[in-house]
């Protein structure tokens, strides 16, 4: 099959080589996908499980990506809740080969049925975006109707949507991002635009941020006692007084995706789709500038 793969870490996107990789093996409990769209997140290659499994033993040349939308093709031994020829989409392993292949290995777990009338290009921007969102908004955070959240990076894969979610909870939305990015976050439904290095605003019970560095660092000064700051670009450095901090990590939600789905069937979650190109073109798409 085709893919993209990377072996060496000093090389970065550089390293990005288009090959000829073996059909995968379907584990127990997993899933192969006939890939028909997949994402990408451009950090990626500094993450250690690009480059090793979960034993911390090289894997490379290893295939990065990790939101996919497809067909299953086929069931792995004692595999439930999915069928041959069922359109699915969700999150790859991290410590496994992804989805910048034409075929991929996947618990199934980690899979949601995708319904014929959602496209598999935005069905791909779906799983870290969405699940970050909603986890980093309402598990994490716990945000409430009423409440105010700003959301650092609102015009991102990330942002984009915790601005939707935020506001359909009934939270008061700042967003903060490019000043290119205005009318695009506020179409989205924030109620304020400011830019990252503009005076500090009000106060808020959510701070939001996916750029760390910073962005993250002046953040802390604009949590409300007894609020929240969330990240998911570093652990703080610079902590929130009489506040919360947390740093996670997404983790695979079937439930939510399929929720996710829904709101984008019923018209009240608009994905943005990026750039969409053909595998080939992968690696030069990772070296855009964003």
Known sequence: MKAITVSDRDAGVNGLTPAELPYPHAAENDVIVRVHAAGFTPGELGWPATWTDRAGRDRTPSVPGHELSGVVVELGYGTTGLTVGQRVFGLADWTRNGTLAEYTAVEARNLAPLAAD???????????????????????????TGQTVLINGAAGGVGSIAVQLAREAGARVIASGRARDRDL?????????????????????????????????????????????VTIAEPPTVHPKDARAVFFVVEPDRARLADLAQRVRDGRLKPLVGEVCPLAEAPAAFARPR
Do not use: C, M, N, Y
């Not at 959602?118 to 945000?143: E, K, N, R, Y």
């Not at 990252?196 to 750029?211: H, I, K, R, S, T």
């Open 118 to 144: 959602i496209d598999h290009t935005v069905a791909a921007t779906l799983p870290i975006s969405g699940l970050t969102a909603w986890q980093g908004l309402f598990d994490h955070a716990g945000l409430t």
């Open 185 to 229: 976050v506020l179409g989205l439904g924030a109620h304020v635009f400011q830019e990252p290095d503009a005076e500090p605003g009000e106060q808020a019970d959510v701070v939001f941020d996916v750029l760390g560095g910073d962005v993250l660092a002046k953040s802390a000064a604009l949590v409300r006692p007894g609020g929240t700051l």
